[in-house]
């Protein structure tokens, strides 16, 4: 079954330093991959998404992510943290007729 | 609607009761999901339907968990007897085709004292 690895459950960094969020998917066959992003008492947002056209995948308020088979990864990066960054991200994973698998999330807080 | 809605936003509820959570998807998406998520855990599959049938109810914790989606438009999981292991965001989303970007409401915050 798929499965979704986020490393770290809380990032801490400061503003301007760079955002690294770390996911892996477990699946041999690439799957379509997304960074969600919950702010408080809010619904998950879509950040960006992979769908097997470009590797470097550009999304919204300055995140991207790369897709790496080799390493069965999807890391979200931001080169400039901005305080109204800090909030949970989500990594999640669809297969085909799978359901949408989530990691159990990063929480990002960015220090002034 | 302009967005996925849930209602309630907030529920508390004794042991035992039932309770039903509703949710609003985007007009005209085909496809809706239910998802648990339990605090400091990523949201869990329960359900979905494409229109009114229901897909794939793999999710669902045990026979005290339904939901429906009569017309292919509103939703209700329905929790029977609950227990407090049940406390949790119940979230919904929906998109306008299976597999296609999904959209998330606000989710409904449930306790089970």
């Known amino acids: 079954a798929q499965s979704v690895t986020q490393l770290g459950s809380h990032v801490s960094v400061s503003e301007g330093a760079l955002v690294l969020l770390r996911c892996n998917y477990s699946s041999s066959v690439p799957p379509y991959l997304f960074w969600y992003v919950q702010y408080p008492n809010q619904g998950l947002q879509l950040l960006l998404k992979y769908t097997s056209a470009a590797t470097l995948v550009k999304g919204i308020n300055g995140f991207e992510a790369e897709f790496k088979k080799s390493e069965t990864s999807f890391h979200l990066t931001k080169p400039s943290a901005h305080m109204s960054d800090a909030a949970e991200y989500f990594c999640a994973a669809y297969s085909g007729n799978t359901p949408l698998v989530f990691g159990k999330g990063t929480r990002l807080s960015v220090i002034a | 609607g302009a967005g996925v809605s849930q209602s309630p936003r907030y529920k508390v509820t004794k042991r035992g009761q039932d309770v039903a959570l509703r949710c609003d998807p985007i007009s005209g998406h085909v496809s809706l999901y239910w998802y648990r998520q339990a605090l400091g855990q990523g949201p869990e599959f329960l359900t979905y339907?494409?229109?009114?049938?229901?897909?794939?109810k793999s999710g669902l914790p045990n026979d005290r968990f339904s939901a429906e989606r009569p017309e292919g438009s509103i939703s209700t999981l329905t929790i029977q007897r609950t227990e407090q292991r049940d406390s949790a965001m119940y979230r919904c989303?929906?998109?306008?085709?299976?597999?296609?970007?999904?959209?998330f409401g606000p989710g409904t915050r449930l306790t089970v004292l």
């Open positions: 989303a929906s998109s306008f085709a299976q597999g296609a970007e999904q959209f």
């Open positions: 339907f494409n229109y009114e049938a229901q897909q794939d």
